[in-house]
């Protein structure tokens, strides 16, 4: 077997699986840090000094690569892995009670991983393409041209439209389910595996996710009840 | 009556019927009148196919042997459930009194692509045997062993090891995990060869060649969610399945060709 | 009395100690070249027959391996529970191959061949070196070294164990041994498919006619060899703590075909099993006999208190120290509860017969740990935690942490299969069939008296005489597979290298295929009223009733009767369903006892014959004034080997027993 073995070898798709996932979750960290700067009452300033460091420093530039790579990876494997896995069982079962022997969310990461990608294109049409491939964005107050908005005051626009919320918060639901299986099972297909550091790993795990989930969705209510000025 | 709870129950079960491989399947319903709380549910199958033969029908196959939970042959979905509603107990180690009067009870074969349905309950599971047979041993001969007291094991890792070495082979992991995966099964071995000093030896080549094999059969892939663990009639741990990631990753890496 | 003409038992001349190395020095080679033309076909995929598949393919040898399962794995000495003996003496308490041979040849009340059983003895340590060394995960000590435990009938610490699943383990041990073969191509496994007959071409075995369970295609298959390691036939009592699909079906049809049955009414009686809980049971569970270390056995002391306890109106619990008859301690006050297995069995079915069973069957005894929960082990916890005067409730207390530390799946077992927490009120046994010291008749090489057919593990009859000792079949199996076979058969294939492949054209494969197949179809045409385990159970009540745990020539006489109605009434009004070519369950029963039922007559008849009390076998005419066995060693100190001779007519062939190197006493436990 050779290394594309590896690459081919359900546990090797695990292992890719695993590592983009994690890695997703460090850009989540990142990506929360920035944001939360929204929460200076500043009018933003401090948020879009941030915003601007991120958009130019050619190491985050060289990252944001890697990161599409990340995810794309992360969803053709699923992808993969989804379609795989309903070949190995033809014919279904009539009845099924997997509430006895698993969590839901645990059998529903491909569900869940789907509403997130949905989310996903929404939220990069909202931000992302936006700042990256128009003018409309600019890098603070003090710069702007005709027509240009600071990344803060687009996001304060955008999340004007109470659906626009609603679909954001839905996300980050989806998000924490999925982080509450992903993270403590990325370290499993790890093979790290601990009767005394699993425990802390699961804990940790869990409260990342809710954490950080909680955050991002606070982001959005915030700005729209106008608790972020 | 020896037993002791010894009531009378009345239930209904739904059974997949299917004549072999090639053929469709379907359910085919069956009232239980009387059915002693003191009977094994493999008896309630014998009660069921004694009236189905002097009725003149065929009766239902299911894989059975030991009927004391080690040989690893019963293997009934029972109820949504492979061996059925309670945990850590083969189907031959189920009992009636788990039932209560006036249900409805759906058995259903192992569904997997790599165990065809032989008839009926019966399902073919020579995938496993397959499995074992591209690595799951220690490549010793007869008479080529030195006194036994020469290797010493520390008895926590002999009991690792004995813990994984406790599985039946019955395939309830195949069947609990929604993609049908055998990382439980074939990890318990894996771990337990590469726990003792004796199969340290070749456990590089064993996990590649029992994986690659594992993959060949067609069985899914892990997503951790734990239900063969939780289903699994001997309680064989997820730390298997990690133990068995790390060996894989590893001997991959350091595959030499 | 002198051996019958047609026995001849090869044993190596010598001093007994010496016999099996200068046999294994001398003994015919076959050279590599040869062995790959030369073609094994081995049935029965258990310790017997996956050590020896394993062994055989690793010396070259062509080999094909039969099992009824879908998969080897589950032979069924998988179930095997307490342990596997060997005279390594890592105890350093005075083990030695001496006596594990003497042992072996007592507990076998001396009706035992010695040569085999020194053979036996010699090869035990290799056993366990050979098990170990293929990752088998026996029991140790904290400094890494591997643990024993004792066993009954010996002073020696020398049975080694993996928990309560020894069996399990070595039979997955001997099983990827054979994977490995099987995934190197020098084995060819054939599962789910079963043995229907043997076939013999100018007097040598030379093949079997199989049925492949699944298509129901018959098959034949050519060997030079074939060897039968088809376990044991408890199964004709219907019920017994064996699996659902063991049976004699192999060893039978050899018999048919010239292979003499040796000793077949020799069965051991399990006393610590389960009791039958109703109709519906389909089989017993064995509760391991280390229990008895902590467990009291008694029935009330009055007839009114076993029936009001039978009845459900008392909890044994509230019944008085003073009306309890701890039987077994008043019998035998030596040794108590641990006396052996057929003395403890016996005594059970005495006190229930008297009337004092305690459940509703009548068919019941207490084995009972709240004493010893209490006041051996409750006490010694109460003093390590420095408690001076425990109430009755903190004994209970800590006395069931130990039992539970000790015996935890065993009484998790009884719980599941119950109902009843064994924690809190004594827990019901009964003997049940467990093992068969019978078997075919093999020779010092394991061949039968067909040139060509061996049989080994619990098919044959070799080296428990009348009573097997605890952990010695699994011994057995394994020194026949891995260390006696490899170089007998070595003695029989090295004269036929010249022997090529007999086509399976011949006319004795089509004959017998032919006969097969014509005796299915008239297992589906008599399309009769009742099916085939309506007939299984009436001969297992006629067995057990008769030819179980006591014996008498009256009620064989009318066992011998009795089973040939059954077997007129099973040809004439079983119903089998469906058809020959497709997977059929019933089918496959049909055939096993229809043999089980010919078997059942000819152990009545073997029961009948033997006018002593031996081991297993208890005839009522023949006991001391105390009820203990007597054995006749002047008229009796033989192997009895049938000849089929034809429906219902077996013909005596006697092998003497010889013991220059034991001398003969009488067992006494009291
Ligand atoms: C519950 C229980 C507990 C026991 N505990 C102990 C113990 O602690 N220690 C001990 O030493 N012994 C113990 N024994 C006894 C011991 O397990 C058996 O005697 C021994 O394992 C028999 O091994 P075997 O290889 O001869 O046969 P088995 O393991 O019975 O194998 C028989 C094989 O033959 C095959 N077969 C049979 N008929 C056919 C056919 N017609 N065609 C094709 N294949 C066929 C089967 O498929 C199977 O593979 C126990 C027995 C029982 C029942
Ligand atoms: C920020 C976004 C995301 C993060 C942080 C994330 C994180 C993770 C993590 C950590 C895992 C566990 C990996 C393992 O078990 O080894 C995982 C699994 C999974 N993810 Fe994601 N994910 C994200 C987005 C997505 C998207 C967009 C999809 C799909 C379209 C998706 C589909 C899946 C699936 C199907 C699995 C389970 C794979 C399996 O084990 O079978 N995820 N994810
Ligand atoms: S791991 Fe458990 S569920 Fe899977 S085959 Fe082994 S015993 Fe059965
Ligand atoms: S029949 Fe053997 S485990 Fe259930």
Known sequence: ?229 | ?257 | MASSKKLNSNIPEGQLELKWTTYRSTVHLVNPANKRSLEVLIIGSGLAGASAAATLAEMGYKVKVFCFQDSPRRAHSIAAQGGVNAAKNYQNDGDSVYRLFYDTIKGGDYRAREANVHRLAEVSGNIIDQCVAQGVPFAREYGGLLSNRSFGGTQVQRTFYAAGQTGQQLLLGAYSALQRQVGMGAVKLLARHEMLDIVNIDGKCRGIIARDLVSGKLERHFGHAVLLCTGGYGNVFFLSTNAMGSNVTAAWKAHKKGAFFGNPCYTQIHPTCIPVSGDHQSKLTLMSESLRNDGRIWVPKSKEHAQAIASGKMNPNDLKEDDRDYYLERRYPAFGNLVPRDVASRAAKERCDAGFGVNATGQAVYLDFAFNMKYKYGKTEATKKGIENPTEEQLTEFGQAVIKEKYGNLFDMYAQITGVDPYKNPMMIYPAVHYTMGGLWVDYHLMTTVPGLYALGEANFSDHGANRLGASALMQGLADGYFVIPYTIGEYLSEEIRTKAIPTDNEAFVKAEQDVNDRLNKFLNIKGTKSVDHFHKRLGHVMWDKCGMARNAEGLKWAIEEIKKIRSEFWSDVRVPGTANEFNPELEKAGRVADFIELGELMCMDALHRNESCGGHFREEYQTEEGEAKRDDDKFAYVAAWEYKGESNFELHKEELKFDNIKIAQRSYK
């Open chain 2, 1 to 257: 009556m020896g037993g002791t709870t010894g009531k009378n129950i009345n239930v209904t079960v739904k059974v997949w019927r299917q004549r072999n491989k090639n053929e469709k399947g379907s359910f085919e319903t069956h009232d239980m009148k009387g059915v002693s709380t003191d009977m094994s549910f493999l008896e309630m199958f014998d009660v069921l196919n004694e009236r189905l033969i002097t009725e003149g029908k065929d009766p239902v196959a299911f894989d059975h042997d030991c009927r004391e939970g080690i040989c690893g042959m019963c293997s009934m979905y029972i109820n949504g459930r492979p061996h059925g509603p309670k945990n850590a107990v083969t189907t031959c180690q189920l009992h009636m009194r788990s039932f209560n009067d006036g249900d409805t009870i759906v058995v259903e074969p192992w569904r997997s692509a790599a165990f065809p349905v032989v008839k009926d309950l019966v399902v073919d599971r020579a995938a496993f045997d397959r499995v074992i047979a591209a690595g799951g041993f220690v490549s010793v001969n007869t008479g080529n062993a030195k006194d036994a007291n020469n290797i010493l094991i520390p008895k926590p890792e002999a009991d690792e090891a004995f813990n994984a070495a406790a599985c039946i082979g019955c395939g309830a992991c195949v069947a609990a995990c929604k993609n049908g995966s055998a990382m439980l099964f074939v990890s318990a071995k894996v771990s337990q060869l590469a726990l003792l000093p004796q199969g340290k030896i070749e456990a590089e080549k064993r996990v590649l060649d029992m994986v690659h094999q594992m993959d060949v059969e067609g069985f899914g892939n892990c997503t951790n969610t734990g239900a063969c663990e939780a289903e699994c009639p001997k309680s064989i741990s997820l730390e298997n399945i990690a133990r068995m990631n790390r060996e894989y990753v590893f001997a991959s890496a350091n595959e030499k060709k």
């Open chain 1, 1 to 229: 077997m050779s290394n594309a073995g590896f690459l081919k070898s359900s546990i090797g798709k695990k292992v890719i699986m695993g590592a983009t996932g994690l890695f997703l979750i460090t850009f989540l960290m990142v990506h929360c840090f920035i944001n939360m700067l929204i929460f200076f009452q500043d009018g933003g300033e401090t948020f879009n000094k941030g915003a601007e460091f991120m958009g130019t420093n050619w190491l985050i530039r060289a990252m944001e690569i890697v990161l599409f790579v990340g995810i794309i990876l992360h969803i053709v494997q699923a992808l993969v892995l989804t379609l795989e896995n309903r070949k190995a069982r033809p014919v279904p079962y009539e009845k099924i009670n997997g509430a006895a022997n698993s969590s839901w969310y645990s059998r529903s990461m491909g569900l869940l991983g789907t509403l997130i990608l949905m989310f996903l294109i929404i939220h990069l049409k909202h931000f992302w393409v936006v700042s990256r491939f128009t003018d409309h964005i600019a890098h603070n107050e003090y710069e702007k041209l005709p027509g240009q908005e600071t990344l803060f005051k687009e996001m304060m626009e955008v999340f004007e439209n109470p659906m626009v919320v609603l679909v954001y918060v839905l996300a980050m639901i989806s998000l924490t389910y999925h982080l509450l299986h992903g993270f403590q099972s990325a370290f499993q297909t790890f093979g790290l595996n601990h009767r005394k550091y699993t425990p802390i790993i699961k804990k940790t795990g869990i409260a990342f996710s809710i954490i950080i989930c909680t955050l991002f969705a606070s982001m959005p209510i915030a700005m729209h009840f106008g608790f972020v000025k």
